[in-house]
Protein backbone atom coordinates (compact mmCIF):
# COMPACT_ATOMS: atom_id res chain seq x y z
CA UNK A 1 0.00 0.00 0.00
CA UNK A 2 1.23 3.38 -1.13
CA UNK A 3 1.47 6.73 1.07
CA UNK A 4 -2.01 8.57 2.21
CA UNK A 5 -1.16 12.45 1.55
CA UNK A 6 -4.20 14.23 3.06
CA UNK A 7 -4.37 18.14 1.40
CA UNK A 8 -3.95 20.52 4.21
CA UNK A 9 -6.58 23.30 3.24
CA UNK A 10 -5.22 26.23 5.40
CA UNK A 11 -2.43 26.12 2.90
CA UNK A 12 -4.71 25.89 -0.22
CA UNK A 13 -4.08 22.55 -1.23
CA UNK A 14 -0.43 23.23 -1.37
CA UNK A 15 1.12 20.85 1.14
CA UNK A 16 -0.02 17.40 1.75
CA UNK A 17 0.45 15.58 5.39
CA UNK A 18 2.56 12.11 4.72
CA UNK A 19 0.38 10.17 7.56
CA UNK A 20 2.99 7.45 6.71
CA UNK A 21 5.88 9.91 7.95
CA UNK A 22 3.77 11.89 10.31
CA UNK A 23 5.14 15.44 8.27
CA UNK A 24 3.89 18.38 5.78
CA UNK A 25 5.48 17.67 2.53
CA UNK A 26 5.12 20.19 -0.37
CA UNK A 27 3.82 18.18 -3.67
CA UNK A 28 2.94 19.44 -7.38
CA UNK A 29 -0.46 19.28 -8.62
CA UNK A 30 -1.19 16.63 -11.73
CA UNK A 31 -2.01 17.48 -14.57
CA UNK A 32 -5.39 19.34 -14.55
CA UNK A 33 -5.10 20.86 -10.92
CA UNK A 34 -6.42 17.44 -9.52
CA UNK A 35 -4.46 16.76 -6.14
CA UNK A 36 -3.07 13.27 -5.42
CA UNK A 37 -4.21 12.17 -2.54
CA UNK A 38 -3.64 8.22 -2.27
CA UNK A 39 -1.31 6.08 -4.83
CA UNK A 40 -1.76 2.30 -4.63
CA UNK A 41 0.20 0.89 -7.31
CA UNK A 42 0.54 3.41 -10.13
CA UNK A 43 -2.91 4.56 -9.50
CA UNK A 44 -4.11 7.95 -8.20
CA UNK A 45 -6.85 8.89 -6.95
CA UNK A 46 -7.85 12.66 -6.64
CA UNK A 47 -10.38 14.89 -4.78
CA UNK A 48 -11.26 16.78 -8.12
CA UNK A 49 -12.56 14.10 -9.94
CA UNK A 50 -14.89 13.43 -7.98
CA UNK A 51 -15.54 17.25 -8.10
CA UNK A 52 -16.27 17.24 -11.55
CA UNK A 53 -17.86 13.64 -11.39
CA UNK A 54 -21.58 14.07 -10.95
CA UNK A 55 -22.93 10.72 -11.51
CA UNK A 56 -24.69 8.55 -14.00
CA UNK A 57 -25.35 10.22 -17.56
CA UNK A 58 -27.01 7.39 -20.10
CA UNK A 59 -26.75 4.11 -20.85
CA UNK A 60 -26.17 3.94 -25.07
CA UNK A 61 -27.73 0.56 -26.88
CA UNK A 62 -26.79 0.06 -30.76
CA UNK A 63 -29.66 -1.06 -32.83
CA UNK A 64 -30.88 -1.39 -36.64
CA UNK A 65 -33.99 0.20 -36.04
CA UNK A 66 -34.11 2.94 -34.63
CA UNK A 67 -37.93 3.28 -34.99
CA UNK A 68 -39.18 0.14 -33.36
CA UNK A 69 -36.53 0.95 -30.16
CA UNK A 70 -37.94 4.27 -30.37
CA UNK A 71 -41.37 3.12 -30.04
CA UNK A 72 -40.61 0.20 -27.22
CA UNK A 73 -39.05 2.17 -24.89
CA UNK A 74 -42.21 5.29 -25.36
CA UNK A 75 -44.61 2.57 -24.46
CA UNK A 76 -42.00 2.06 -21.20
CA UNK A 77 -42.82 5.55 -20.57
CA UNK A 78 -39.57 7.27 -21.77
CA UNK A 79 -39.93 10.84 -23.52
CA UNK A 80 -37.60 12.25 -26.37
CA UNK A 81 -35.60 14.59 -25.39
CA UNK A 82 -33.05 14.95 -28.13
CA UNK A 83 -32.45 13.96 -31.62
CA UNK A 84 -29.64 14.01 -33.65
CA UNK A 85 -28.25 13.18 -37.26
CA UNK A 86 -24.49 12.73 -37.61
CA UNK A 87 -23.85 13.31 -41.29
CA UNK A 88 -20.17 12.21 -41.46
CA UNK A 89 -21.48 8.51 -40.05
CA UNK A 90 -24.71 8.55 -41.45
CA UNK A 91 -26.13 7.94 -38.12
CA UNK A 92 -29.61 9.07 -36.00
CA UNK A 93 -29.07 8.85 -32.61
CA UNK A 94 -31.74 9.67 -29.82
CA UNK A 95 -32.00 10.50 -26.67
CA UNK A 96 -34.72 8.62 -24.22
CA UNK A 97 -35.52 10.27 -20.57
CA UNK A 98 -37.70 9.15 -17.64
CA UNK A 99 -37.31 10.74 -14.34
CA UNK A 100 -33.39 10.58 -14.17
CA UNK A 101 -32.79 7.68 -16.01
CA UNK A 102 -31.39 8.75 -19.73
CA UNK A 103 -31.33 6.52 -22.44
CA UNK A 104 -28.74 6.91 -25.88
CA UNK A 105 -29.98 4.95 -28.96
CA UNK A 106 -27.91 5.16 -32.32
CA UNK A 107 -28.10 3.47 -35.69
CA UNK A 108 -25.75 0.62 -35.79
CA UNK A 109 -24.46 -1.27 -38.72
CA UNK A 110 -23.82 -4.52 -36.89
CA UNK A 111 -25.49 -4.43 -33.06
CA UNK A 112 -24.77 -6.97 -30.83
CA UNK A 113 -28.78 -7.99 -31.22
CA UNK A 114 -27.98 -10.13 -27.84
CA UNK A 115 -27.86 -10.34 -23.76
CA UNK A 116 -25.68 -7.91 -22.96
CA UNK A 117 -25.83 -5.56 -26.21
CA UNK A 118 -25.46 -2.10 -24.29
CA UNK A 119 -22.51 -0.56 -25.71
CA UNK A 120 -21.32 1.64 -23.07
CA UNK A 121 -22.49 3.40 -20.04
CA UNK A 122 -21.96 7.38 -19.37
CA UNK A 123 -20.73 9.42 -16.43
CA UNK A 124 -21.69 12.80 -16.25
CA UNK A 125 -19.07 15.22 -15.66
CA UNK A 126 -18.14 18.67 -15.39
CA UNK A 127 -14.58 19.03 -16.31
CA UNK A 128 -13.80 16.71 -19.63
CA UNK A 129 -10.14 17.80 -19.27
CA UNK A 130 -9.88 16.53 -15.39
CA UNK A 131 -11.59 13.41 -16.18
CA UNK A 132 -9.02 12.59 -19.18
CA UNK A 133 -6.40 13.41 -17.22
CA UNK A 134 -7.23 11.35 -14.57
CA UNK A 135 -7.82 8.27 -16.34
CA UNK A 136 -4.24 8.77 -18.34
CA UNK A 137 -2.89 9.28 -14.77
CA UNK A 138 -4.82 5.65 -13.77
CA UNK A 139 -2.84 3.57 -16.73
CA UNK A 140 -6.85 3.67 -18.12
CA UNK A 141 -7.33 2.36 -21.56
CA UNK A 142 -8.45 5.39 -23.29
CA UNK A 143 -10.40 4.01 -26.36
CA UNK A 144 -9.53 6.66 -29.53
CA UNK A 145 -6.71 9.06 -29.29
CA UNK A 146 -8.51 12.09 -27.65
CA UNK A 147 -11.04 14.22 -26.31
CA UNK A 148 -13.90 14.13 -29.03
CA UNK A 149 -16.62 17.04 -30.02
CA UNK A 150 -20.16 16.07 -30.98
CA UNK A 151 -23.10 18.36 -31.70
CA UNK A 152 -25.79 17.29 -28.92
CA UNK A 153 -27.35 19.17 -27.06
CA UNK A 154 -27.65 23.19 -26.82
CA UNK A 155 -24.14 23.50 -27.24
CA UNK A 156 -22.42 20.11 -27.69
CA UNK A 157 -20.66 17.58 -25.70
CA UNK A 158 -16.64 16.42 -24.95
CA UNK A 159 -16.53 13.21 -24.14
CA UNK A 160 -13.71 10.26 -24.51
CA UNK A 161 -14.12 6.24 -23.44
CA UNK A 162 -12.03 3.77 -21.40
CA UNK A 163 -12.06 0.02 -21.36
CA UNK A 164 -13.03 -1.04 -17.89
CA UNK A 165 -11.91 -4.42 -16.46
CA UNK A 166 -13.99 -6.62 -17.83
CA UNK A 167 -14.06 -4.75 -21.74
CA UNK A 168 -16.78 -2.49 -20.39
CA UNK A 169 -16.87 0.89 -22.55
CA UNK A 170 -17.24 3.42 -19.68
CA UNK A 171 -17.46 7.27 -21.71
CA UNK A 172 -16.85 10.35 -19.47
CA UNK A 173 -19.22 13.11 -20.95
CA UNK A 174 -19.68 16.39 -20.31
CA UNK A 175 -22.75 18.55 -21.59
CA UNK A 176 -21.43 21.95 -22.50
Known amino acids: ?11 QGHFFKNHRKGI ?8 ANFYLLQYFGGRVQGTMIKQCLTGFQHIGIPTNDIKATVDFYKILGFEIVGEEYLEKENCRICFLKM ?5 ETYESKDPALKAGAVDHLALDVTDIDVAYNFAKANGFTILGDKI ?3 PFWTKGIKCFNIEGPNREKIEFCQIL
Do not use: N, P, S
Open 99 to 103: DTLML
Open 24 to 31: LEKKCFLA
Open 148 to 150: TKL
Open 1 to 11: MGVFYHIDAGQ
